[in-house]
């Protein structure tokens, strides 16, 4: 167990329609960062949150948005859903924004979305 | 624009031997440099880092080499072993990782 938690495992929806993905960071961790694996692609970078607030911004879509809430959980919300929004949507955390030498990211073990 | 590159999608190797993993990027303004390992159904974990000051670092079994005149990394497993089996992925940045497409690492015992 990492310390990060996302929820659900597996989600399977149709097209057009809209889906929330949770994720808690371990504890003490102030920065969530969002990212998609599609089908034999590396980890692209979403989107990062540090203490409430949007820190940086990668390759989402504008039907996909995230927000972190006072409790520091994150929740990323993608829309109008498209069969090649299908991918394994992971979370991770970190203490700060910056100092990976010693640790990296923490990574929850994903969330499987499967667009119909 | 893929600014983190991993040419070997794939690398079978030997138990005990070595095996080599190699990342290429290219923005020289990177400070940190870390590689990560993946099981099928589990999320990235982290493995080993170098920031820019250095050009190797060591822990146990893994070392990773840093060659910042050709924005190269690479990272050497040494013996291998068969739970080594895994993906691989190179990560670089400042405030924020930029990950490569991974390797798959098989070692066959």
């Known amino acids: 167990d990492s310390g990060v938690t996302q929820t659900p495992k597996h989600l399977i929806t149709a097209t057009g329609q809209r889906v929330t993905l949770r994720c808690s960071p371990r504890?003490?961790?102030?920065?969530v960062y969002w990212y998609q694996q599609s089908l034999d692609q590396g980890l692209q970078f979403l989107i990062q949150?540090?203490?409430?607030?949007?820190?940086a911004k990668g390759n989402i879509l504008e039907r996909f948005s995230a927000q972190q809430f006072p409790d520091l959980h994150s929740e990323l919300n993608l829309s109008s859903l498209e069969l090649g929004d299908s991918a394994l949507y992971f979370c991770?955390?970190?203490?700060?924004?910056?100092?990976?030498?010693?640790?990296?990211?923490?990574f929850g073990s994903g969330t499987r979305l499967t667009v119909v | 624009d893929q600014q983190v590159k991993q040419n070997s999608p794939s690398l079978s190797v030997q138990e005990g031997r070595i095996s080599i993993l190699n990342c290429d990027y290219t923005?020289?303004?990177?400070?940190?440099f870390l590689w990560y390992k993946k099981y099928p159904a589990e999320g990235p974990t982290f493995l080993i880092s170098i920031s820019s000051i250095k050009d190797k670092n060591e822990d146990g079994r893994f070392t990773v080499f840093l060659n910042k005149s050709a924005k190269h990394l690479s990272l050497h497993i040494v013996p291998s072993q068969p739970g080594d089996s895994a993906v691989y992925f190179c990560a670089v940045g400042n405030e924020k990782l930029t990950f490569g497409t991974g390797t798959r690492l098989t070692i066959i015992p």
């Open positions: 923005n020289s303004m990177f400070d940190y």
């Open positions: 949150y540090y203490n409430g607030e949007e820190r």
């Open positions: 991770a955390s970190s203490p700060g924004t910056r100092g990976f030498a010693n640790y990296g990211y923490t």
């Open positions: 504890s003490g961790d102030l920065s």
